[in-house]
């Protein structure tokens, strides 16, 4: 699934190469991909791309007055193609033509018809419910002070600052990746965190714009459907972890995992597998 880093470094190669590009045509092979109906998704035909950005892990192709709001969920990907999509490309869910032949294309992979996008006034996209919600962005860092309040919850780290609505842009990946740079426990709540701790965490959220500035040495401006992530512990679950050597350990649920070092993070402890709840439901 794209978080932030993924987001970011899409949106910054897409505005580079789209910037000025006259729209063709656009339309929407994925029945159920746009939630909006008004103005149609047929109204950007002739109207130039302005720009493309990010919000969260929310990419935002802005076409002057009107911006298209895209929630790629966990297997939506935005790429650009030198060609047309061919019509049997049953992973299509967006497709905007441009002049010169290129298309940007939104595509879903897997079974579930799950992502989704909205065609705003540019000046509404604030205001959206997707966006409304979602609390500061990770990257780059919120103040401390507010980064203290926000984890300030009686709520387990992990869940937490997955969470869209108290820190925007981190997900399963690299709320691991976090957690392990600030040697905490994923299990440890919020509102348990010393103040030292809090400071840790803010500081581990730097790993997101050292991921952000490994994409930008790496990846060129032809981008993959899946970014080679740097990642040092996310699934990486008996391997010697990168900082002292001890096995990474895992534990699962039943649509993700989590990884971490116990050495590290939860005092030598091996934490609880939770599989056998999962095959129990
Ligand atoms: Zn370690």
Redesign the pocket.
């Known amino acids: 699934m794209p978080e932030l880093p993924e987001v970011e470094i899409v949106c910054r190669r897409l505005d580079s190469a789209l910037r000025g590009d006259e729209v063709m045509s656009a339309l929407a092979p994925g029945m159920n991909v746009m939630k909006t109906f008004d103005p149609p998704l047929e109204t950007l035909g002739g109207r130039a791309v302005t720009g493309v950005r990010r919000i969260g892990k929310m990419p935002v192709v802005e076409l002057g007055d009107l911006s298209l709001l895209i929630h790629l969920m966990s297997a939506g990907r935005l790429r650009l193609f030198d060609k047309h999509a061919s019509p049997k490309d049953r992973a299509s869910r967006v497709l905007i033509r441009l002049a010169g032949g290129r298309e940007l294309r939104l595509r879903e992979f897997g079974t579930r018809q799950r992502a989704w996008a909205r065609l705003l006034p540019t000046d509404a996209v604030a205001e959206d419910e997707a966006v409304a919600r979602l609390g500061p962005e990770a990257w780059p860092a919120p103040p401390l002070e507010r980064f203290a309040a926000l984890v300030d919850q009686p709520r387990h780290l992990h869940p937490l600052l997955r969470h869209q609505g108290d820190i925007a842009g981190i997900g399963r990946s690299w709320v691991d990746e976090v957690l ?1 740079e600030a ?1 905490l426990s994923p299990f440890k709540k919020g509102s348990e965190l010393s103040k030292e701790e809090v400071e840790r965490l803010h500081a581990g959220l730097a790993v997101l714009g050292r991921a952000i500035d490994h994409y930008e040495e790496t990846i060129g401006a032809d981008l993959p459907d899946k970014l080679p992530m740097p990642l040092q512990v996310h699934k990486r679950e008996g391997e ?7 096995t ?1 350990e895992a534990v699962y649920f039943s649509e993700h995992q989590t990884n971490y ?5 939860t005092g030598g402890r091996i934490l609880k597998d939770r599989r056998l709840s999962r095959l129990l439901k």
């Open positions: 392990w040697k010697p972890c990168p900082r002292c050597g001890t990474i070092c116990p050495a590290e993070q």
